[in-house]
């Protein structure tokens, strides 16, 4: 038998009982649910992750859905635990669902949520400040202050490089991967080459009006280019950053050949998936050349990061946090709580994941549908029609 989970409890008579992992930001996602009859369990446990069986005793007898993390292994046995406690909803609080088994989902009738649209500026933000921290070297002069080490300025004292009129590489030009761009071209003035299979057009245009405006001004203009291959990319970027999907293709994308041919001072930035580094590769290329850096938010098997990686001055590496903007997170839990709420409302799903404004708005009801819900289709569920 599971053992207990401790838990926090809202709206004790609601009719409908939604369960979440983990305590999220802010409190507008749990009125949301209250407003609409829902009994809300926040699980109060001090694990940063819960085992299976720690969510299956949260699930208990009687559960119509769950709020869960991308921690979290959302696979067969939980599916399969949520179905007989009469769940039909979960959702994940991250856009990303690499942790759930989709087709285990389908099998037991469960709708599967995410939240894309909510993370696109705060993420393609992170990006930009560890292509800016890894340039300069912040972190490495920090820690040289804090140490008390600092004695008088030196010509030769954390000498970094300028981004100006340098060259910025980005893999991946979606939503993230363009915004990020944008900044790095508008904000540094750094010319712009792009690799996805998916022409990006925008993105195109928002450089090539920028470039007119410098020319106009008297300034050198920027410029973009669309390679043929990554390899392209990683040959002639100065910065780099990673923002593809993960699947089979793009496992270990960045692997010991593949560094290898980028330049010697380059930077190397990811905020998409852990695994997309081969991270092992990735230490042995950080000691070979102490000139070239990298900004990691994930990591290949996270929370751990292979040997030898926290030891690099050449790396900055942070927990996770491309998400972590107040706004970002707290419209996250907002998200999640209404794909769950909406498939117990029978709601249908919203028609476009991305444009998300009406369900953050905090004057105004949210719409009578679910957000977004990854496997709608295979489901058969209806498309909103508002």
């Not at 809202?10 to 507008?28: A, I, Q």
């Not at 300069?136 to 040289?144: H, P, T």
């Not at 709420?341 to 709601?347: P, R």
Request: aromatic residues 8%; charged residues 20%; contains cysteine.
């Amino acid at each position: 038998m599971a053992k207990p989970v401790s838990i926090e409890v809202w709206n004790p008579n609601g009719k409908y009982r939604v369960v979440s992992t983990k305590s999220m930001p802010g409190t507008r996602w749990i009125y949301l649910l209250i407003e609409q009859d829902c009994r809300v369990e926040i699980c109060t446990e001090k694990k940063t992750i819960l085992s299976v069986e720690d969510i299956i005793a949260l699930i208990g007898h009687k559960c119509d859905g769950v709020i869960g993390q991308l921690t979290e292994d959302w696979g067969e046995t939980l599916f399969a635990a949520l179905s007989r406690a009469g769940g039909t909803a979960f959702s994940n609080m991250a856009v990303g669902y690499n942790n759930v088994d989709v087709n285990a989902a389908n099998k037991y009738g469960v709708a599967v949520g995410n939240t894309p649209g909510v993370l696109t500026e705060t993420t393609a933000e992170l990006a930009a400040s560890l292509s800016l921290t890894a340039a300069r070297r912040i972190v490495e002069a920090d820690e040289f202050m804090r140490a008390g080490l600092y004695d008088g300025w030196l010509p030769h004292l954390f000498v970094g490089n300028l981004l100006k009129g340098q060259t910025v590489g980005v893999i991946g030009a979606g939503r993230i991967g363009s915004a990020y761009a944008r900044m790095m071209v508008e904000g540094f003035k750094m010319n712009l080459i792009y690799y996805d299979l998916y022409q990006a057009t925008r993105l195109e245009k928002f450089v090539t009006a920028y470039g007119e405006f410098l020319k106009a001004r008297g300034e050198q203009p920027v410029y973009w280019k669309r390679a043929s291959t990554m390899d392209e990319v990683l040959r002639e970027a100065d910065v780099i950053s990673l923002h593809p999907i993960l699947d089979k293709t793009t496992y270990h994308l960045i692997n010991k050949e593949r560094l290898a041919t980028m330049k010697k001072e380059a930077i190397l930035v990811n905020c998409s998936r852990g695994p997309v580094v081969d991270e092992v590769a990735l230490v042995e290329h950080l000691k070979q050349n102490p000139m070239f850096r990298v900004g990691l938010d994930v990591f290949e098997d996270e929370p751990f990061m292979k040997p030898g990686l926290a030891e690099m001055k050449n790396a900055v590496i942070v927990p996770h946090i491309a998400s972590a903007s107040k706004w970002t997170r707290e419209g996250m839990a907002k998200l999640a709580a209404l794909n769950v709420l909406g498939k117990i409302k029978g709601y249908p799903i919203w028609g476009d994941p991305n444009r998300v404004e009406p369900f953050l708005n905090e004057n105004a009801p949210p719409p009578a549908a679910c957000p977004s819900i990854v496997n709608a289709k295979a489901l058969g569920l209806p498309v909103s029609k508002l």
